[in-house]
């Protein structure tokens, strides 16, 4: 299942790339054409990003519960994958919900929805308590190695989710500095 979740990571991250490249030479020339696409790939950008963080959590989380001794332990973990899956849903439902109210974003130039304070609080909290969880989950399972050699290489896989805090409080900095 971990391996499932990171290819689909790996999967919308190439969505987020075609995205990234959907560029119009000169919109006011295609006007009503093209600025669809443009509205349309500023919403998969937004929610690309979510998905991939999302995924790339759960990949790590679910590979704690592969080797995971204790059932108990798994059991709880299912839960929180549960979570990991519902948070993210959340965040898209909370972007469209602060984006389609202000429709003037659609109309710029470049079209680019301007996201608020709430948008970076919900973010900064739910990727603080997340990563905390990735963090944290592991420590257990890794006191019980005896192997030196494998709890160290368990600890380098296990603290890659340091990456998706890093990227993820650089996203909600963003936007608490810049609205975007």
């Not at 989710?161 to 500095?177: F, G, K, N, Q």
Request: a positive charge; glycine letters at 2%.
């Amino acid at each position: 299942m971990d391996d499932t979740w990171a290819g689909f990571a790996v999967a919308v991250l190439l969505a987020q790339i075609a995205g990234v490249f959907v560029h119009i030479p000169n919109p006011s020339e295609y006007a009503g054409q093209y600025k669809i696409i443009q509205i349309a790939a500023c919403y998969v950008l937004a929610t690309s990003f979510y998905t991939i963080v999302w995924s790339s959590r759960l990949s790590i989380l679910f590979s704690i519960i592969r080797v995971h001794p204790d059932e108990q332990q798994r059991r709880r973990f299912r839960w929180i994958a549960a979570l990991f899956i519902v948070v993210p849903v959340i965040l898209i439902c909370q972007l469209f919900w602060v984006c389609e109210p202000e429709p003037r974003w659609k109309y710029m130039l470049s079209p680019q929805c301007v996201l608020n304070k709430q948008v970076a609080i919900c973010q900064l909290v739910s990727d603080v308590v997340a990563d905390l969880v990735l963090l944290i989950a592991p420590l257990k399972l890794l006191s019980c190695i005896q192997d030196a050699g494998l709890r160290r290489r368990l600890m380098v896989i296990f603290s890659t989710c340091i990456v998706t805090t890093v990227v993820s409080l650089t996203h909600a900095s963003y936007i608490l500095t810049f609205g975007a």
